[in-house]
């Protein structure tokens, strides 16, 4: 088990034969990832790396019905109609990985898929993997072993520094969901961490946010809210980040004392989860959870320098 | 994107909103058609403008030249005034308020409106819920639902409910098109002769959505001094934040959050960090030469931590553009390097020929700690 994909999770990618669509393509095969079709409007006929290129999502489908999933890879201005195409044409699972999508469309598209009961993921991430079974996103395989800890985390560099610290110690991975770095996302960390509550293979779940917004302390309350049990680690990105300055993402910035580390860190501290002052810290915990709990979460080689 | 309150009105206007006109005072005249008493308005990226003094009341030619002068020197939160506007008097009867912000907790667009206008409008909605009212707009501007929510909650005629309506409706439509995050109207003004105008305005523009939008500046933004550092930074398409400028530790990171964690760690363990610097996107050999020898070229940082990852960069041709900067401006400086992802042994072996400390599988804190070991051994 896993959370959103495993092994047997039809997939497609939308914007299929466009730069990022056709190195995406490639490395999705690799990854053995059940990737079936692509999209992507006049190249209908056409195949990348093997896989059939479909005109509309609907087309597509018409022939692979069990796919529900797709990667959006289209570029910013094209989204919206890609998206809401998408959903229309029955995809339910829908990663949007394109950066710099008008909030607005966000907002449209993501409105949509609440109404038709369809899981939005992004825009502006890296998307989900299930270590060794399946992605539906464009990290790089290796710096991500399979294994029993959850990770969601905003941040895409943080999703891949924090998935490759815990995999060289030998800690792998259930599933992660890069939930994406913008003011209006699909599924935020609470509605992550739902999912992982249920899953028998994920014994441990790592948050990762950042300053800016209200989705760290909407997720606390989550956790209260829910009981869960399973041990969370958190770690707050900028902690001195100087007020009011960009550092990147849209959600990082704060102003008025909102969406500071200090309010994120006492929400998470109150719903028992143990928030850790850098990435290393969270390794040294998950490493004594697994001395206590019997081993199971050590579920690689070790790789040392 | 933040906007100035004439730059909003003007927006305002395009769709059909009444607003005062609200001209630019150049000189030491009053602009045509006004007349004393008038308001000056200081025109600033900063809420709060009454509260800092920058919305002056003038009887006079006297009291105009002081205001002027005063206003003119206002900070509010390290901006400074960019212009200043004037209005005529008005007679008005009430002040309501309007405004529509993106609430992205509950990923919708919401329409906030009160008749008990005059107050700050966080404390209305946190100390008398009930005299502001929520609309939901993001589908759009359902003008018999807002009628008839509006006319259960407050005391308004039929006719004043149906006016805010067409206003409310207009202000809709004028968000959506100008791609805008928060479009407000605080007050909206209710003359004598019963018409409504909005007499200030606070508009922000969803940055990603800038690219489909026009240039709506009409007073260029007078920019706080960049130092060196940034200025150069920002020639070359990086991303550079001053943090501590006696800090003797400089970062470079590939990413916002990895740069963000890599501060904080260093901060952690007891270092001082002098900067912040992303990469960015699209990181090529040419992209990481500059930033490695704006890291270099700074005489207060002695060491240096790269935090980088090759996802969809190369750490090859990342490691190619710093030993070149190396070369030229290294100067015995010390460099602790923490580079994986794709081409990652390329990347490794030329960082071993300059000598640079590495981690290869560790964590950040483990680069750090290498850094604070190689401090104190100096």
Request: with cysteine.
């Amino acid at each position: 088990m896993s959370v959103l994909i495993d092994e047997t999770t039809p997939v497609m990618i939308i914007g299929i034969t466009g730069k990022q669509g056709r190195i995406h393509t490639k490395r999705t095969l690799e990854s053995g990832t059940k990737l079936l079709c692509g999209v992507a409007p006049g190249k209908g006929g056409q195949e990348v790396e093997g896989v059939p290129v479909f005109e509309t999502v609907a087309e597509a489908r018409e022939q692979f019905p069990e796919v529900e999933s797709a990667m959006l890879l289209v570029p910013p201005k094209g989204v919206k109609q890609a998206a809401l195409d998408a959903l229309a044409g029955g995809i339910k699972l829908l990663v949007i990985v394109t950066e710099f999508v008008p909030v607005l469309d966000a907002l449209a598209i993501v409105t949509d898929a609440r109404e038709r009961g369809a899981r939005v993921i992004g825009p502006n991430t890296i998307g989900i993997i299930s270590p060794g079974k399946s992605k539906i996103g464009i990290m790089p395989d290796y710096i991500y072993g399979k294994g029993h800890i959850g990770i969601i985390s905003r941040s895409g560099t943080l999703t891949h520094e924090t998935a490759s610290n815990l995999t060289f110690k030998g800690y792998g991975l259930s599933t992660c969901i890069g939930i994406g770095g913008d003011q209006v996302i699909g599924t935020n960390h609470a509605e992550a961490i739902e999912l992982f509550a249920d899953d028998p293979d994920t014994d441990a779940i790592v948050l990762i946010g950042e300053i800016g917004g209200a989705s760290e302390e909407l997720c606390a309350q989550k956790i209260k809210e829910i009981g869960l049990t399973k041990p969370v680690f958190a770690y707050i990105a900028g902690m001195y980040a100087p007020e009011g300055k960009r550092m990147g993402h849209a959600g990082a910035i704060v102003s008025g004392g909102m969406g500071t580390v200090k309010s994120k860190v006492a929400a998470l501290k109150d719903a028992g989860v143990t928030v850790c002052p850098t990435l290393g810290i969270i390794v040294d915990e998950i490493a004594a959870l697994n001395e206590r709990t019997g081993g199971r979460l050590l579920s690689l080689e070790p790789q040392v320098d | 994107m933040d906007y100035l309150e004439i730059e909003g009105k003007r927006q305002l206007e395009r769709f059909g909103i009444p607003v005062n006109p609200t001209p630019l005072v150049e000189g030491d005249e009053l602009p045509a058609g006004l007349e004393f008493p008038c308001v000056l308005k200081g025109q600033i990226m900063a809420g709060h403008r009454g509260q800092h003094g920058a919305v002056k009341v003038v009887k006079n030619q006297e009291e105009f030249l002081k205001a002027k002068k005063e206003i003119e020197q206002i900070e509010i939160n390290g901006h400074v005034m960019e212009g200043i506007a004037v209005t005529g008097f008005l007679p008005i009867a009430e002040e309501y308020y309007l405004g529509i912000t993106l609430d992205a907790k509950s990923r919708a667009l919401v329409m906030l409106f009160t008749p008990f206008g005059g107050m700050e409008i966080e404390d209305l909605a946190a100390n008398e819920p009930e005299k502001l009212m929520r609309f939901d707009v993001t589908h759009g501007f359902d003008a018999g639902a807002f009628c008839a929510k509006a006319s259960e909650q407050f005391e308004l005629t039929e006719q004043r409910i149906s006016d805010v309506a067409g206003f409310a409706e207009k202000l809709t439509h004028a968000c959506f098109e100008l791609d805008a995050t928060t479009l407000e109207i605080n007050p909206l003004v209710v003359l004598e002769d019963g018409s409504l105008l909005a007499i200030d305005c606070k508009l922000v523009i969803d940055d990603n959505s800038l690219v489909r939008q026009g240039d709506y500046i009409i007073l260029p933004r007078r920019e706080r001094k960049l130092s060196p550092q940034e200025q150069d930074a920002r020639d070359h398409d990086l991303t550079y934040v001053e943090l501590d400028p006696e800090g003797d530790i400089g970062t470079m990171a590939g990413g916002a959050g990895i740069g963000m964690a890599t501060t904080d760690t260093i901060r952690h363990y007891g270092g001082r960090v002098n900067n912040f610097l992303d990469l960015g996107g699209g990181v090529t050999a040419e992209k990481t030469y500059q930033a490695m020898r704006i890291l270099l070229q700074n005489e207060n940082t002695h060491y240096i931590l790269v935090n980088v990852f090759g996802g969809i960069n190369n750490c090859a041709d990342m490691a190619e553009g710093i030993a070149r900067a190396y070369k030229e401006f290294g100067d015995g400086k010390k460099v602790v390097v923490k580079s994986r992802g794709f081409n990652q042994e390329q990347g490794w072996a030329i960082y071993e020929e300059l000598g640079f400390a590495q981690t290869k599988f560790g964590t950040t804190d483990e680069a750090v700690k290498q850094l604070m070991a190689i401090k104190e051994a100096m």
